[in-house]
Nanobody, 115 residues
């Protein structure tokens, strides 16, 4: 079992920046990968950025060059630095963790980008 708690969402103007944090607890040593997903109004949840432990990060094409995923092993946390935000980045951002084929999710944080 893994528990994930996100923080850092909010309202920002287009072109601004936000940093999301996700703290993991529980069976941390079993986690294979962690990432950020988002769900915009009327759309399905989609991958934003993911980092496999021991691998390189991967990003959705729509956020490449603007978003950066990082991790801090000492704090059992991952982060998502979001720059040059666009209104289409608006949505609920979820932190996810994978253990083998099992997925765990945080409660989600709202990110709203105004034009």
């Amino acid at each position: 079992q893994v528990q994930l708690v996100e923080s850092g969402g909010g309202l920002v103007q287009a072109g601004g920046s936000l940093r999301l944090s996700c703290a993991a607890s529980g069976s941390i040593s079993s986690i294979n990968a962690m990432g950020w997903y988002r769900q915009s109004p009327g759309k399905e949840r989609e991958l934003v950025a993911v980092i496999a432990f021991g691998g390189m990060p991967n990003y959705a094409d729509s956020v490449k060059g603007r978003f950066t995923i990082s991790r801090d092993n000492a704090k059992n946390s991952i982060y998502l630095q979001m720059n040059s935000l666009k209104p289409e980045d608006t949505g609920v951002y979820y932190c996810g963790a994978a253990i083998q084929r099992e997925a765990y999710w945080g409660q989600g944080v709202q990110v709203t980008v105004s034009s």
